[in-house]
Each structure stands twice: as C-alpha cells, then as structure tokens.
C-alpha cells in the first residue's frame, strides 16, 4: 500500500535531549513537509522540501532541522533550542509544491517533553 | 496566502445538510479554495477544491459566489463520523505553505 509513515506514534523525551522524528513516504511524491499542531489549534508549518537536498523554513523554524537526502525520507530533528517542543507532529507530502496539489498526511507523531 | 474566516463551532443532528462558510475577503486572481478534514490524533485529509461557482464530488460540495469573497462547504446528510475540525485554505499554486487556521469544529449529535 502507498502512504506515508511516522514513527513513533508516542514519543516521551526529557528536555535537553534532541530527537528525531522519522517520516517516509512510498508515493514517489517530490514535495514533504512538517506540521506542528498544538491543542485546539491549527497547523503551523516547520518546514518544507519541494526536491531532494533542498528544504525552505516555514512560519515555525527556530528550534528545528531537517534533511532530504532521500526521496521518500524527511526526518524531523527537534532540538534542544525548541522552547516548547511537546505538540502533535504531522508530516505531509504531495506530487509537488503549491496549493493545486493535495497534500497527504501521516498518522503524525505525539511528543511530550518531561 | 489570503486569511481566512470560519465559525469556531457548529452542531448538527444526524441526517441533516450541514453548511460551513469560509470568508476570504482579499482573496487574489490565482488563488484556489481547499478544504480539509482532520479527525483528532489524525492528519488532516483533503476533501475538496474549487476555483469558481460549483464544485461536487462524492463527500461534499463547494459553492464559491462571483465574487469569490467566500466560499461554503456543504456536507449532504451529515452522519456521527462526519464529526471533525473543517479547515479552509486559501491560496495560488505558486505558494508553498498551506495555513491552517483554526478551522471549524463540526459536532454531528444523534
């Protein structure tokens, strides 16, 4: 089956710590992206990759990396310079960039920093 | 992108047409209308896009007057499942971020 997959679902972090959150993606899609969602809010984006090596900042940067050395693979690294990291994390991709085309989202990653 | 304007919350009952109407009052030339589904603990999925006057597939119709300063979401005899935030995007195809108010929380009671 083609989709797009997150793991972990769950993720418990002490705070201090960089983690990295996985997402891969079996559509031959060109374009991912990464989301954060706080509760009762809508998403944000952290940033996007439109190509393979190439990735823009989105509204939410600071506190965040990423890598596209892979087509289907864009990882999500939350480091220790993020103030509030526990949030809901979505990972989306689609054919290619721009709003005409439908983005797909994964199952998305809970972290909860302690 | 163009800022969008939805109802924080509605209610419907089961069986029952639900309309949920986005204004986007500075909406540009090239800009497309996008809705979104998300149920909780769950990405969001897209169910409709339109440009102008109607737009129908098998989940929802999209009404978008001449003027294009708003657009209405219709969701034909709601059921429990249908219960979910509804997201309006605005935007042309040459941007890449899609900004996510805080969408429409839909309530379907039975």
């Known amino acids: 089956d083609g989709g797009i997959t997150q793991s972990p679902k769950y993720l418990f972090r002490k705070e201090g710590q960089n983690v990295t959150l996985s997402c891969e993606q079996n559509?031959?899609?060109?374009?991912m992206y990464w989301y954060r969602q706080d509760p009762g809010q809508g998403l944000r984006l952290i940033y996007y990759?439109?190509?393979?090596?190439?990735?823009q900042k989105g509204d939410i940067a600071e506190g965040y990396s990423v890598s596209r050395e892979k087509k289907e693979s864009f990882p999500l690294t939350v480091t220790s310079a993020q103030k509030n990291p526990t949030a809901f994390y979505l990972c989306?991709?689609?054919?290619?960039?721009?709003?005409?085309?439908?983005?797909?989202f994964g199952p998305g990653t809970r972290l909860t920093v302690l | 992108l163009a800022k969008t304007t939805q109802p924080i919350s509605m209610d419907s009952y089961e069986g029952q047409e639900v309309n949920i109407t986005c204004s986007h009052n500075?909406?540009?030339?090239?800009?497309?209308i996008t809705w979104y589904q998300q149920f909780p603990s769950q990405g969001p999925r897209f169910i409709i896009q339109?440009?102008?006057t109607k737009v129908t597939n098998e989940v929802a119709s999209l009404f978008i007057p001449a003027d294009r300063k708003s657009s209405t979401l219709s969701l034909p005899r709601v059921s429990l499942s249908d219960t979910a935030v509804y997201y309006c995007?605005?935007?042309?195809?040459?941007?890449?971020?899609?900004?996510f108010g805080g969408g429409t929380r839909l309530m379907v009671k039975p």
């Open positions: 989306a991709s689609s054919i290619r960039g721009g709003m005409y085309n439908e983005q797909f």
């Open positions: 559509l031959n899609h060109d374009a």
């Open positions: 990759s439109q190509i393979v090596n190439d990735f």
């Open positions: 500075n909406i540009a030339t090239n800009d497309y």
């Open positions: 339109g440009y102008k």
């Open positions: 995007l605005v935007g042309d195809n040459a941007g890449n971020m899609l900004t």
